[in-house]
């Protein structure tokens, strides 16, 4: 297996490089990893915070007797909170918002190898935008359950124009967009004092979930911030 670059791309927020190295964690002895303007993003190797995003916050919502059907999932990544959204049988319609083409390319590609199954189904509708302008647009009380992972975090952000998705205005433009009873779910790399109080100023609530992870042998935590409409 070929070690190093796989792909690179240059769109509307910067440079994107998808790289394999080398990782004995994996199944071939590899990893693929997404790094955005030279910061590392994500891999497929630690892969338990995106998918908790969907786990935690379906299996959640079942507990309050709700059971989410229409999802927006911001932030493809290398699709694996999506992936986990399309597990749940009860999920109809899943709206993923990614800004980047590329990203999106290489996954219906399978330059990324998982990707084409997961976009290829029929409950997935990718829409290639600024999740921030996506939410602007939508009606309200379209979505059951609004996931977004675009950024490190309001503190180390990559991108700063997504300042604004951590702050009160779009956080109060996310919860008009949520059905009665619907959650609004935020990862970040590191914990946000502040996060959960604005979400919590809009909310009237707000649940902060760590969640442990395995950085090439280092034990870290990674956040999602959830609130309820």
Do not use: K
Request: proline share 5%; aromatic share 6%.
């Amino acid at each position: 297996m070929q070690l190093g670059e796989i792909a690179r791309a240059t769109g509307p927020t910067g440079e994107l490089v998808l790289r394999r190295r080398a990782d004995d964690r994996g199944d071939d002895g590899t990893t693929i990893e997404l790094r955005a303007n030279g910061v590392f993003v994500m891999d497929t190797i630690e892969t338990a915070s995106e998918r908790a995003m969907a786990t935690a916050t379906l299996a959640a919502s079942r507990t309050r007797g709700r059971t989410p059907t229409r999802v927006l999932v911001g932030g493809l990544g290398l699709g694996f909170t999506l992936g986990e959204v399309l597990a749940d049988p009860f999920v109809e319609q899943v709206t993923v918002v990614e800004i980047e083409p590329a990203l999106v390319g290489w996954m219906r590609d399978g330059t990324i190898p998982h990707g084409p199954d997961l976009l290829a189904d029929d409950r997935v509708e990718v829409v290639t935008a600024d999740v921030a302008d996506a939410l602007r647009s939508a009606e309200d009380a379209a979505y059951d359950l609004v996931l977004l992972d675009v950024d490190n975090g309001p503190g180390y952000l990559v991108h700063d124009g997504n300042a604004e998705l951590y702050e009160a205005p779009l956080l109060a433009l996310a919860r008009e967009r949520l059905a009665e009873g619907g959650v609004l779910v935020i990862w970040s790399a590191f914990e946000e004092p502040e996060l959960p109080l604005e979400m919590h100023d809009v909310f009237g609530n707000c649940r902060a979930l760590p969640i442990p992870v395995d950085l090439q042998g280092r034990e870290e935590q990674y956040w999602l911030y959830a609130a309820s409409r």
